[in-house]
């Protein structure tokens, strides 16, 4: 609708896109933008709305959620208060108003640049969360003015679409002749019709590949092939733990230091740490390695940082771009040049043999100059007074994303967020956080809330990056706004570890949240050397993401058909309710059926005093430094020997040893046998006052003064944590199946858990799928849990190849005829009145994949009947005994389950399992109880 200077498009009954062009302008710009691609796109079938032109001046819009008036006459035709007002007509907002320059107090914000942190908590993140298209008072505004105006065909060099530099760009960064362009979304709490719509202009969040959706191995450390292979593959295999993903930091590449040679950036494997670069891809992609099947790759790329002439392939990059090599000149980065880009991924980028790339910078050479919103802050000074720009990040973004799409695999760039549009493109960095409890409980706040503008896959660094500075966990002190390093040496166990409560927290929390990415700077995230209840726990969090990947991948399809991001939150589905507003900083929805409280506080104290009993002797500190059963609990500028004893008392160890450095640090070592070949030194050479307590001393340079320790009490029982919850109104099941919880909409405060439980909650009569671990390539057998709480209910499981674009050409649950791109899978259930009957079915559509199914039966620990008789497509499957492996490569038949001898939040106790025959069919099951 044109009227005047101003086109108003109706793109749905509660979202408009108002536009004011400059008085100059023939024409409306045509374009689509960047973070707007389908603004300009008219919904089909048309939108039934009602145009009224009260006067010359003055025209009326109406939908059935909302009315616009517009008087061209006031303030020149600009947008202003008395020139533009909406009326929404929309549920509880019914008859709220708005106007251009009215504040939005109720915004339920979206997310930010990212989480990287080097001062204290408030520095940091106290400038909250960027704008979301959501809100409590009914209505959002944005402005896309600033928007990069794009092209709408392919670019012959880069086979994508590029950015239109045929409008000159304004000073504030304007490259149109558009004064407004601005996005009024009036959809009062309807929450998910606003993303759909959200969606349907910005676009929606695509499916990662399947990989991604497991367990992630990474940190920030010099390693060679063989020491990746030996220290961290053949722990994860020995342990018995998940592993789907490797990522390699930026040590991967050379660092010359020649003139105009890149360091931080590059592009060159360093074939000392490497020798066969190619082999080891190889090795890793394939099922030699000590996991025994395929790996995904990660490398971490800074391509801000240009191409210097110590890169392998810099002379073919010269050639491609008109340089010349002799020059040995240092190329920058540009990003808004199609030939370099195109030259950049042809010698660069793309023989690298790596399955996706980590861009971890925060973009390069903009394509426009103006600077759009972006909220970030690392609390330095420096970071705090620039003038941050999302454009190039997003350009950034696209660029990879688009050249991946180009060969038909499925994209992933992991990368910092770069604004209203980024959703698009692959998985969220969350930069360099500090190891803190604060930090863990903003991003079980960030995450969800990221769902309001389709951020649907944060990856955060589980454990946190820095776990130097601040030495305490419970509080975040300023540290230095730079990067900190020390030494690490994991083949010797020299690294210096996050606080084991907080690390086993976390890793609950990655476990329940879109990615599972462990990571840190120059530390050690190796779970297996953490004191036994702490790997425990860990393990069991790491086991059980693994099996959950089949309920995430499910609900990740979701999200790219209907635009509600797997970790949601829970005002979506109670959008009245004030406390799903309280409680969205501490709990979320995991897909549907899954409601997450992670804990995000300390244990309280059990009381206990550890203290240092009985000084042995001055000795050589190797090695000490790896005393056996031992860990190092870290380095600390206020170390002292009673902090030592009490990080190393029993139960955790019976011996101490304090080494000092000679940057005023103290490092603790905790044992609970000294190595045989101790060797002791002079007494005077361990004579450098403790760095927390200058009155006692704490052994000397490559020196270490040794104690036993010795408690005041017995040891403490495993630590508990305290939790409120709201459940919404609703049946709710704990994950265990011990409680069903009938809720109206009820707080549960105080509730306590152990170190190895989690807060979980199910919606009553869900049906979970869950995976076993990998063994080889084959398809592994899937366990649908089924909960009680309902006499009838079901569950889904979507399937794909995992690695193509092909589940773009898919709708919601239907194949295009002739093809099995895509397999869905349900299970459904009914009960009969008394419980004593209770038939299931489990059947796919457009296709089917031969494999095991097992039914896991959750039942109250009260529940005494048992099945008299189990049948499958009216065969009966008689009683076995229960298999080591929980029914994988079992024969058909069924079970009680036990209690697993090491306690997790998932045992299982009483519950019937099923094991069904190995078919592609769909297979009916009936069982009846007495």
């Not at 397999?823 to 296709?847: A, H």
């Amino acid at each position: 609708i044109i009227f005047g200077r101003a086109r108003f498009t109706v793109l749905s009954a509660a979202l408009i896109r108002l536009e004011l062009k400059n008085s100059t302008a023939v024409s409306f710009d045509q374009r689509p933008t960047l973070s707007m691609p389908g603004g300009g796109k008219v919904p089909i079938p048309p939108l039934q709305f009602h145009v009224e032109q009260r006067s010359a001046s003055t025209i009326c819009i109406t939908t059935e959620s909302l009315s616009l008036t517009y008087d061209s006459s006031v303030s020149r035709g600009d947008f202003t208060s008395a020139s533009v007002g909406i009326t929404l007509r929309n549920g509880s907002v019914d008859g709220t108003t708005w106007s251009p320059g009215t504040p939005d107090t109720g915004n339920l914000l979206g997310t930010r640049l990212d989480l990287t942190c080097y001062a204290t908590f408030d520095e940091c993140y106290s400038n909250g969360l960027g704008w979301g298209p959501l809100s409590r008072n009914g209505w959002a505004l944005w402005d896309d003015t600033a928007g990069v105006r794009m092209e709408v065909t392919p670019n012959p060099q880069v086979g994508y679409p590029w950015y239109d530099s045929s409008v000159p760009c304004s000073h504030d960064g304007i490259c149109s002749q558009t004064e407004k362009d601005w996005y009024f979304f009036g959809h009062g709490r309807q929450y998910r019709v606003a993303l759909e719509d959200f969606s349907a202009v910005s676009g929606g969040a695509p499916l990662p590949p399947l990989a991604a959706f497991g367990v992630w191995w990474s940190t920030w450390y010099n390693f060679t092939a063989y020491e990746l292979t030996t220290t961290v593959l053949e722990g994860y295999r020995k342990h018995g733990l998940p592993l789907d993903v490797v990522v390699m930091d930026m040590d991967w590449h050379t660092e010359p230091k020649e003139p105009n040679c890149t360091s931080w950036g590059g592009f060159t494997w360093n074939r000392n740490l490497f020798p066969d670069p190619e082999g080891f891809q190889d090795f890793l992609h394939g099922s030699q390695n000590p996991l025994g099947h395929p790996l995904a790759t990660v490398l971490n790329g800074h391509t801000e940082d240009g191409i210097g002439p110590c890169e392998e392939n810099y002379t073919a990059m010269c050639h491609r771009i008109g340089v010349n090599p002799a020059n040995r000149a240092k190329i920058p980065c540009q990003f808004t040049s199609a030939t370099w880009t195109s030259a950049l991924f042809d010698t660069m980028l793309d023989p690298k043999q790596i399955s996706w790339w980590w861009t971890d910078y925060k973009g390069c050479d903009s394509p426009t100059s103006g600077h759009l919103p972006l909220v970030s802050s690392t609390g330095c000074f420096s970071a705090k007074s620039s003038n941050s720009s999302t454009a190039a990040l997003l350009w950034s973004n696209y660029i990879y994303d688009s050249r991946i799409a180009k060969t038909g695999k499925r994209p992933l760039v992991l990368s910092r967020y770069g604004g209203m549009g980024n959703q698009r493109y692959g998985i969220g960095f969350s930069g360099d956080t500090q190891s803190t409890w604060s930090t863990l409980k903003y991003q079980v706040e960030m995450t969800p809330t990221a769902a309001n503008v389709l951020q649907a896959y944060w990856s955060h660094d589980i454990g946190g990056y820095n776990v130097y500075c601040p030495s305490d966990p419970q509080t975040i002190a300023p540290c230095q706004c730079q990067e900190v390093i020390q030494p690490c040496n994991l083949t010797t166990n020299q690294c210096s570890r996050a606080d084991g409560e907080l690390y086993t927290r976390w890793i609950q929390f990655g476990a329940l949240s879109p990615i599972f990415r462990t990571h840190c700077s120059h530390c050690d995230r190796r779970i297996w050397v953490y004191p036994e209840a702490e790997f425990e726990a860990m393990k069991a969090a790491m086991l059980f993401r693994d099996a959950l990947v089949p309920y995430l991948y499910t609900a990740a399809r979701t999200t790219y058909d209907f635009a509600v991001a797997l970790v949601h939150p829970l005002y979506y589905e109670f959008p009245d309710h004030d406390e799903a507003y309280q409680y969205a900083a501490k709990e979320y929805f995991l897909g549907d059926a899954l409601l997450v409280a992670p804990v995000t506080n300390g244990s309280l104290k059990s009381g206990v005093q550890c203290a240092p009993l009985k000084y042995l002797g001055c000795y050589v500190e190797n090695p000490l430094n790896r005393l056996e059963h031992g860990w190092h609990s870290g380095n600390s500028p206020n170390q002292s020997l009673e902090v030592c004893a009490d990080d190393c008392g029993p139960p955790r160890a019976q011996y101490m040893a304090l080494e000092s450095g000679g940057n005023g640090d103290t490092q603790c070592y905790c044992g609970n046998q000294l190595p045989a070949e101790s060797r002791r030194a002079a007494e005077s050479d361990c004579s450098i006052p403790c760095s927390g307590n200058k009155s006692e001393s704490c052994g000397g340079i490559w020196r270490a003064s040794v104690w036993t320790v010795e408690c005041s009490s017995p040891p403490p029982p495993p630590p508990f944590s305290g939790v409120s919850v709201w459940l919404p109104p609703g049946t709710w099941v704990l994950w265990n199946a011990t409680k069903i919880i009938q809720s109206a909409g009820m707080v549960m405060s105080d509730l306590t858990y152990a170190l190895h439980e989690i807060p979980l909650f199910v919606k009553g009569g869900a049906a979970i799928p869950l995976r076993a671990m990998a063994q080889g390539e084959t398809a592994r057998p899937i366990t649908w849990v089924v909960f009680p709480g309902s006499l009838n209910g079901t569950g889904s499981l979507y399937e794909d190849d995992g690695t193509t674009l092909d589940y773009t050409h898919v709708s919601p649950r239907i194949s295009p005829a002739g093809t099995n791109s895509v397999v869905w899978t349900t299970l459904s259930y009914v009960s009969d009145n008394t419980g004593s009957l209770m038939n299931l079915v489990i059947e796919s559509t457009n296709g089917s994949i031969t494999r095991q199914h097992i039914l896991q039966l959750r039942r109250l620990p009260s529940s005494s009947a048992q099945p008299s008789t189990v049948t499958c497509n009216g065969r009966q499957l008689r009683r076995i005994v229960p298999p080591p492996s929980s029914g994988m490569g079992s024969e058909p038949g069924w079970w009680l389950a036990g209690e697993p001898q090491v306690p997790t939040f998932t045992s299982t106790l009483g519950a019937v399992i099923v094991v069904l025959p190995r078919v592609a069919t769909n297979m009916e099951v009936s069982i009846r109880f007495s």
